[in-house]
């Protein structure tokens, strides 16, 4: 079982920044693929970045891509998700997705309660 807990939301400007974390319970951190998906009111929860075990993969929605940077540090449990030039239509709840199948995070079996990004234009 892993529990995680997802920070770092808030409400920032169109343009702005922002950095996400998630930590995660448990001493398998560094066994699951890890990553982030996000849900906008009124929509489907969407895939936003993946990353390996190791971290030596990372792979991203074509609406992020170039702009969101998705990393971990497996001492410290702890996946991170770098949003920079943010633009409203990435309102969103943030969650945090473990899973341990080796799939590159297609699939999902633990789920982070979520954290709000408000961005304002």
């Known amino acids: 079982q892993v529990q995680l807990v997802e920070s770092g939301g808030g409400l920032v400007q169109a343009g702005d920044s922002v950095r996400l974390f998630c930590v995660a319970s448990?001493?398998?951190?560094?066994?699951?693929?890890m990553g982030w998906f996000r849900q906008a009111p009124g929509k489907e929860r969407e895939f936003v970045a993946a990353?390996?075990?190791?971290?030596?993969?990372?792979r991203y929605a074509d609406s992020v891509k170039g702009r969101f940077t998705i990393s971990r540090d497996n001492a410290k449990n702890t996946v991170y998700l770098l949003a920079n030039s943010l633009k409203p239509e990435d309102t969103a709840v943030y969650y945090c997705?473990?899973?341990?199948?080796?799939?590159?995070?297609?699939?999902?079996?633990?789920w982070g309660q979520g954290t709000q990004v408000t961005v304002s234009s």
């Open positions: 997705a473990a899973d341990p199948r080796n799939t590159f995070l297609t699939t999902v079996t633990y």
């Open positions: 448990g001493r398998t951190f560094s066994t699951y693929d």
């Open positions: 990353i390996t075990r190791s971290g030596d993969r990372t």
